[in-house]
């Protein structure tokens, strides 16, 4: 091959240019990654028969969970990497064929981009085979079924995004070596026009997927010579300027948490790249602010060497693996960091053997953690060949990590004892859709002892999901059984000095009409941590506190009086209690207090007291521990009162002897330590809050004052919101609506390409309550059998069914009071209904169904009690339905119509939940009037 005489750039990059600087460490780098092409020389590609499908068993071990190891030339068996188990069968295959495509796509990139750096015809001309064979793979995936976006070869728009960046940059390369460009043309045709349509059709907003939605959109836009599209992308209503703006905080950080901001980041760094590659003006503030993103996450990394397993993130990420190790070389040749190079250093360093780096089964940017091990830069990818430093950075003294507030991202760290105590408080703003309601969660580790932590997220496709959705799963204060509302949290306070040190944080309304501070001193060992609650009205405040443990009170030593009970929740599918098994109840007497000893080595102990509060109970049970590990048992504090405080005293190393707590004050409490020494905490309220320390050691005595009182502010995250939901007055009734384009939330196909789906549904009050009859004029009935079980994710098997979700609730109130999930049963004219709220009367909602010659029919009757017991003084309801329509011959739904309007949304991810703010608010009067609402197509 050939190619003309201008220079050749990828990513604004001169490939001959960059090979002839590049050191011996980046030499070997590209030796490694052409090594790894050799099977592909006789072999071809691995691109699969059949399309990627998500479901709940595909690349998983069935014991624990591990994700089975991808090995791109094992087609149908599948190994675990944990006990060694393979596995074989459709769902294992398809999985597969995920891994497949990606890995393929990235070696195509990888070989054209080392041949255009050599100018050696064998490996472009490698390259140009795996591009024609997934070219002509492409148009035989079908778009249906899809789990979160459109897309042919996969089940998510984002994970095509991915792929199509990558073939669309080899693609740019080759279009420069004449024999090659036939390939690329038939490529730009088949491939990269219809896919980048898919992607365009579907806008995530400020999502971290968005990200790669955007950085494939510059890629193939740029090889398609489509200079509008690529303005669009860059500057664009959801192009890479308001990502960069709204997506990331002022602090560099991704607004959904580490896990997702090491996913978006770097498709950010797609777009920041092509977008200096065009001289397009960045605005400067926002140049900091990305550059600073290759910095934040590396502050708050655990002592073990991972990193918070916050929000929805992977449990116990080690930062010991190559892909992280590229992410510093990348950040350093933008910008050089301390922090950074500190971090790339220590990866660089003997702290694990040598080992399998993972980089040979790497699936471009859809990675897997790989066990930590000894790193060079030959171990590295593309991105390190082509823009880090040419030469290996200087060793340098390592520096320990300090305490920090990173206000923005809401993680307050303490650390002591050149890092190996590490006292961490959950705040700031709520994380969006990938959030958790983990306000003032607590962490405690030591070293590599993890005391209290957040157990992150498990598989999205598991009903466990819903545990590490809870507040329960969390260190973190519940009220009335309930998890929290999505609230942010104020830092009051924060200093921190080498021996001690301290943080107080509050949320306010973490539940209606209640405020919680929490308070975290550290002093040498010891953390004392106060939780004060203040409400409006009585409730009862739950604080878990996560980790087999034993209990004894104080200072008596005598057993607690355990007994069997109900967990207390309030029933939410994400309020956790209904994950606990073996749940116990011992009632406290008042006065006393309660020790825990931990069973792990050397035994942390906590002390316990409840102050403001008569007979506080201690609860313990077994809960699921975090992903792929066993479960573990759990306690928590409960405490019922409008004010009141909860008082615990941490011993992480045996440092302390015994704990008094005074009555006086919450927090109040003198601390005798193993060596005779006395520390007396006292908090001090003042204008502003302080806290002081008296140390006493025989005859000598000195008193230290923390301050570092912070002004509160409203939370720095600035994501605007992708719908803005504005209450409309009550409908005056009667009311005729029909249901169709304007009220369909669509999947793959637009409501004319689905077959233009109506529903009629009339609302009616009458003596015995709330009548309401649907007629769905879906076609053919689709609806699994009684019990089925969904293999496909952790939804309802009865969500992927022609049928209805109807939902009641309270005017002024931000849950819903009663849901249920109704789908009709075939041979029968009995519906099968479901409650989505779990203390709902079972005879509250009754009905029938019947077919028709379009679809269905039916009448259900809402019972006049729960009418009358979710309406206000005005007679005002909140109310909505959902038709759910699905053809036979998928096995996901297709699409939904609402009553409420669709506002132009994707029918993904959505399951049986949906949002009161959005619903109809119906004045329903009295059980004597007449009210109609019909909905007929428009």
């Not at 041949?115 to 002509?136: E, I, K, N, P, S």
């Not at 307050?412 to 306000?439: Q, S």
């Not at 973490?510 to 939780?531: C, F, K, L, M």
């Amino acid at each position: 091959m050939t190619s003309d005489a201008r220079p050749i750039t990828l990513l604004g990059v001169s490939l001959q240019d960059r090979w002839a600087e590049l050191d011996p460490s980046l030499r070997a780098l590209a030796q490694g990654l052409e090594q790894e092409l050799g099977p592909l020389v006789h072999t071809p590609f691995p691109v699969p028969l059949h399309k990627a499908r998500l479901t709940r068993a595909g690349g998983r071990c069935s014991a624990d969970g591990t994700p089975l190891t991808f090995e791109p030339w094992s087609p149908t068996t599948h190994v675990c990497p944990t006990c060694g188990a393979a596995y074989t069968g459709r769902e294992h295959d398809d999985w597969w064929a995920m891994g497949a495509q990606l890995w393929s796509a990235e070696r195509v990139l990888h070989s054209v981009m080392l041949g255009t750096m050599q100018r050696r015809d064998d490996l472009l001309a490698l390259g140009t085979r795996g591009l024609d064979a997934l070219t002509a793979a492409w148009p035989t995936y079908p778009n249906r079924d899809n789990a979160l976006g459109p897309t042919r070869p996969f089940f998510s728009t984002y994970l095509e995004s991915v792929w199509l960046l990558n073939l669309s940059l080899a693609a740019q390369l080759l279009s420069h070596w004449p024999t090659a460009r036939r390939t690329v043309q038939h490529f730009c045709d088949s491939v990269a026009e219809p896919s980048r349509a898919i992607i365009r059709s579907f806008p995530e907003g400020h999502s971290n997927r968005q990200a790669w939605h955007i950085a494939a959109r510059l890629a193939a836009g740029s090889l398609l010579g489509d200079a509008r599209d690529v303005e669009d992308a860059l500057v664009g209503a959801s192009g890479l300027l308001e990502l960069l703006e709204h997506g990331l905080l002022p602090d560099g950080s991704w607004y959904e948490g580490e896990n997702y901001h090491l996913f978006a980041h770097r498709g950010l760094w797609y777009g920041m790249m092509a977008a200096e590659a065009q001289a397009l003006p960045l605005p400067a503030h926002l140049t900091a602010r990305f550059n600073a993103g290759f910095r934040t996450p590396l502050l708050g990394i655990l002592p073990d060497g991972t990193f918070p397993s916050r929000r929805d993130s992977r449990y116990a990420t080690s930062v010991h693996q190559w892909r992280f190790a590229e992410w510093c070389e990348l950040g350093l040749a933008r910008e050089y960091d301390p922090v950074v190079a500190a971090w790339l250093q220590r990866l660089y360093g003997p702290t694990h053997a040598l080992g399998d780096t993972g980089r040979t089964r790497s699936t471009a940017d859809i990675e897997r953690d790989e066990p930590p091990c000894a790193l060079t830069r030959a171990d590295l990818g593309w991105r390190t060949l082509l823009c880090a430093r040419a030469h290996a950075w200087p060793a340098r003294t390592d520096v320990a990590m300090p305490s920090i507030v990173l206000e923005a991202q809401g993680l307050t760290v303490l650390r002591h004892d050149a890092g190996r105590l590490y006292v961490a408080l959950e705040g700031g703003h709520t994380g969006g859709g990938h959030g958790h309601p983990d306000r003032l969660a607590l962490t405690l580790q030591d070293g590599d002892r993890r005391v209290l932590e957040d157990p992150g997220t498990g598989s999205y496709v598991e009903h466990t999901l819903h545990w590490y959705r809870s507040t329960l799963a969390h260190n973190a204060p519940i009220i009335d059984g309930r998890s929290q509302q999505r609230v942010a949290t104020e830092l009051l306070a924060f200093e921190a000095h080498e021996t001690m040190g301290w943080i107080q944080a509050r949320a306010r309304d973490i539940a209606p009409g209640v405020s919680i501070t929490r308070t975290v001193v550290v002093y040498d060992e010891h953390v004392v941590d106060v939780v004060v609650w203040d409400a409006d009205h009585v409730v009862d405040l739950a604080l878990p506190m996560h980790g087999d443990a034993d209990a004894v009170f104080e200072p008596s030593g005598r057993s607690l009086p355990w007994h069997p009970d109900s967990a207390p929740g309030a029933g939410g599918l994400e309020d956790g209690f209904d994950f606990l098994q073996h749940v116990q109840r011992a009632q406290w007497p008042t006065g006393e207090a309660v020790r825990l000893v931990r069973r792990d080595v050397p035994p942390a102990q906590a002390w316990l007291h409840v102050h403001g509060v008569t007979e506080p109970a201690l609860w313990r049970a077994v809960s699921p521990g975090p992903p792929r590990r066993a479960a573990r048992s759990m306690h928590w504090v409960q405490a019922r009162g409008r004010i009141g405080a909860i008082t615990t005293v941490w011993s992480l190393r045996g440092d302390v002897a015994n704990v008094e707590f005074a009555d006086a004050a919450p927090g109040a409490v003198s601390v005798r330590l193993t060596n005779g020494t006395m520390v007396q905490h006292t908090p001090v309220a003042h204008d502003s809050p302080t806290w002081q320390l008296s140390i006493i050691n025989g005859a000598s005595a000195r008193t230290i004052t923390l301050e570092g009182a912070r002004t509160p502010s409203p939370p720095t995250h600035t994501r605007r919101a992708t719908h803005e939901t504005i209450e409309a007055p009550p409908i005056a009734l009667p009311l005729r609506r029909e249901l169709g384009a304007a009220h369909y939330r669509r999947s793959e196909q637009s409501w004319f390409e689905a077959g233009e789906p109506t529903a009629t549904v009339s609302i009616a009050i009458a003596s015995d309550g709330l009548r309401i009859e649907v007629h769905a004029r879906t076609g053919v009935l689709a609806v699994p059998p009684a019990g089925a079980t969904n293999d496909l994710d952790n939804e309802r098997a009865d969500v992927n069914a022609d049928g209805v979700q109807l939902y009641v609730g309270r005017r002024n109130e931000s849950a819903w009071g009663a849901a249920w999930l109704l789908v009709p049963e075939r041979d029968t004219h009995r519906l099968r209904t479901t409650p989505l709220v779990s203390d709902t009367a079972p005879d509250a909602l009754t009905g029938r169904w019947q077919p028709t010659a379009d679809g269905w029919h039916c009448n259900l009757t809402l019972c006049a009690d729960l009418v009358e017991a979710f309406s206000d003084a005005e007679g005002v309801l909140r109310v909505d339905l959902i038709v759910n329509e699905r053809p036979p011959e998928r096995v996901r739904r297709r699409g939904q119509l609402l009553l409420s309007g669709s506002n132009g949304e994707f029918v993904y991810l959505r399951g049986d939940r949906h949002e009161p703010a959005r619903a109809l608010l119906l004045r329903v009067g009295s059980r004597t009037d007449s009210i109609t609402t019909s909905a007929r197509s428009a």
